[in-house]
């Protein structure tokens, strides 16, 4: 969505208003996004995490591109994302189970403890 504004094209990228010359950058310091909060399942988690969605990429190739730059406001919301991810595969390989089903064990855990997805990350940490 571009915004025109005081003589500056705006973009909404990734879930932050940024300028369009910042969203264009091969830079990481020119460009922030945040963590889609939309994700309250590990099964959306995992979708964000490698597939993306049309407003927001995976953060696979966000990590990819710019490191940890692209997270710089995000960081505590990030930090314990990578240890569900970590523990679909952990699962995957202790249960030789598929990692569709590893997520879907994942989510069973955490909706029996009426936990949130951080609440998870955090008890898995």
């Known amino acids: ?5 005081t003589g500056f094209s705006y973009i909404f990228h990734g879930g932050s208003l940024v300028t369009a010359a910042a969203a264009n950058s091969s830079q990481s310091d020119n460009i922030s996004y945040r963590l ?25 190739s ?4 710019y490191g940890a730059a692209w997270r710089s406001g995000d960081r505590q919301y990030y930090s314990v994302r990578p240890q569900i991810i970590k523990e679909v595969d952990r699962l995957v390989a202790a249960r030789n189970i ?6 879907l064990l994942l989510d069973a855990a955490r909706r029996e403890k ?12």
Do not use: C, H, Q
């Open 98 to 103: 598929s990692k569709g089903d590893s997520v």
């Open 36 to 60: 889609p909060r939309y994700a309250l399942t590990v099964s959306e988690l995992y979708r964000v995490w490698y597939t993306g969605s049309v407003a927001f990429p995976s953060i696979v």
């Open 114 to 125: 009426n936990w949130t997805v951080n609440m998870l990350g955090n008890e898995i940490r």
């Open 1 to 5: 969505i571009s915004v025109m504004e």
């Open 62 to 65: 966000l990590d990819e591109r």
